[in-house]
């Protein structure tokens, strides 16, 4: 193993290069939902690499090659949003894909720059990059608005029973298990074989965890139809993103939305349509709004259904409607966490090609966190599109909702890994929180998990279809619903204490 890591330790920065790049996206194929989850081992020749850099730039260097592969392999897709609004700038969807990685992939490279000091071995050089990867990974959830996708911790989701590490310490400790799990060779190589086998030990012992979690709790049958829970339909459309904002199928749409929240003999208490799924103003189309609420609804039923609006000081927003069935308004979320290139752009007077895809107009972030109280199912957290990847802040730990809701619209995505990297998400966020959380899409993946993140329906990508769900209980609250992230500084405390001493001991060693 050793005499191969050395023989990849190249002084030809182009053949480095691809060698990290190349790494990094093979890597990539642990994650959703590939799941190839021992490919992860393979982000260690770029550590390798790294660890032994000459420099701190050449450090760098490598874990930005390596962040490049494993950006432009697991976000390609978001550059298909391109090809969907505006298809005759194909063209630029290399660069857009390249865009996203290069700006994903300085996280990495910073965190490898910051590891390396000249007087350090190798063992501390490793032991500071576990931890400043995942710090940064961490940061990447706010800095610049945030955008925590891919993270590596999201390959704990192949299996039920390693996901349930997330009620512990959330996806950003899931992500701090898996690096430093995939450094293991490298400890072994290092001659600290007892820190290899800790590595390789801990994921191990959480899913032990994991599988005494879910024997302790009610079977996924009881959790399936739970006695006396209400119902609640989740309704995917299936609408092209090419003909959502047709006025002249505006009628088709809602007609096709209005039969499969009707069809059957269940009465559901709550209809629950996808993001904008009415492509409409409400103070426009309040007639033809206050009708289809009634035509989607049995007596006493509601319609809870994304709606975009303007505010009253004029500006859009992406907002979620409660209305009952005679079309009056009965609550109303304003989407918090905007999409950024998507919802508004940054920068727009530089980049006015981009008006083709979030309009010629910024939407505005709601300002609070309203819940919606819907009568016989509870309080209602509202999450539309990536709001719900933001792990500790889908909830106020004061105000715990009874289920979580995820209204999306993942038509802009086609049939790429995006819908799906999207429902391992949402997943985590309902281990993570303890929550019930439906996820109701457009064009797919509608979904409903329980708080342990066992699925309890779903609609496959680009059906049209409709899931009855009876709503499970709340769980008692998880420990990282409590702490938020407070274990998983306190995990990236202890191993760069470690690395401290290490050096403290290299440097009196050295004397």
Request: aromatic share 10%.
């Amino acid at each position: 193993m050793q005499l191969l890591l050395n023989k990849l330790r190249t002084n030809n920065r182009i053949l480095g290069f691809s060698i990290d790049a190349v790494a990094g996206a093979l890597a990539s194929l642990a994650l959703p939902p590939v799941f190839f989850v021992t490919a992860i081992f393979i982000i260690a020749v770029p550590a390798w690499r790294a660890i032994h850099a000459p420099h701190r730039q050449a450090a760098a260097g490598v874990f930005f090659g390596a962040g490049l592969g494993w950006f432009l392999a697991s976000t390609y897709w978001v550059a298909h949003s391109l090809l969907v609004a505006a298809p005759a700038l194909w063209f630029l969807t290399p660069a857009v894909a390249l865009a996203l990685a290069v700006v994903l992939a300085a996280f990495w490279a910073l965190a490898a720059g910051l590891s390396w000091t000249a007087d350090s071995t190798a063992l501390v050089r490793l032991l500071r990059l576990i931890v400043l990867f995942a710090m940064l990974e961490w940061a990447r959830s706010f800095v610049a608005t945030g955008f925590p996708w891919n993270l590596m911790g999201s390959l704990f989701a192949v299996h039920i029973t390693s996901v349930q590490m997330a009620s512990i310490v959330g996806i950003y400790g899931l992500t701090l298990l898996a690096f430093g799990c995939a450094m293991a060779p490298l400890f072994w190589c290092l001659g600290r074989w007892w820190a290899a086998l800790l590595c390789l030990l801990l994921p191990l012992l959480g899913t032990g965890f994991g599988s005494a979690r879910l024997a302790a709790g009610p079977s996924l049958d009881a959790a399936i139809t739970p006695g006396n829970a209400p119902l609640v339909r989740l309704v995917q459309p299936s609408v092209p993103q090419s003909e959502k904002w047709n006025r002249q199928k505006r009628a088709d749409h809602l007609a096709r939305l209005v039969a499969l929240s009707r069809h059957g003999t269940a009465r559901p208490v709550v209809v629950i349509w996808p993001e904008t799924a009415f492509a409409g103003l409400p103070h426009q189309n309040q007639n033809l709004l206050a009708g289809t609420a009634g035509a989607a609804t049995s007596d006493a039923g509601y319609l809870l259904t994304g709606i975009p609006r303007f505010n009253g000081d004029g500006h859009p927003q992406n907002s979620a409607f409660l209305l009952d069935q005679n079309g009056a308004l009965r609550g109303l979320y304003d989407k918090r966490h905007l999409v950024p290139f998507g919802e508004y752009v940054p920068f727009r007077s530089l980049l006015p090609f981009l008006d083709i895809i979030a309009g010629p107009a910024d939407f505005v972030a709601g300002t609070q966190n309203r819940m919606i109280t819907v009568p016989h199912v509870g309080k209602v957290q509202m999450l539309i599109c990536y709001e719900v990847i933001f792990a500790g802040r889908v909830v106020d730990p004061e105000r715990r909702p009874d289920v979580m809701v995820n209204i999306t619209n993942d038509a802009w995505f086609g049939k790429t890994i995006g819908p799906w990297q999207h429902l391992y998400q949402a997943q985590l966020r309902a281990v993570e929180e303890g929550v019930p959380l439906l996820r109701v899409a457009n064009t797919g993946i509608t979904a409903a998990f329980d708080g342990y993140g066992r699925q309890l329906g779903v609609i496959p990508l680009g059906d049209k279809a409709y899931l009855d769900i009876t709503v499970p209980p709340v769980l008692t609250t998880p420990v990282f619903a409590r702490w938020g992230n407070g274990l998983f500084f306190i995990m990236c405390l202890v191993i760069a204490m470690i690395a401290r001493v290490v050096d403290h001991r290299q440097y009196v060693r050295n004397r």
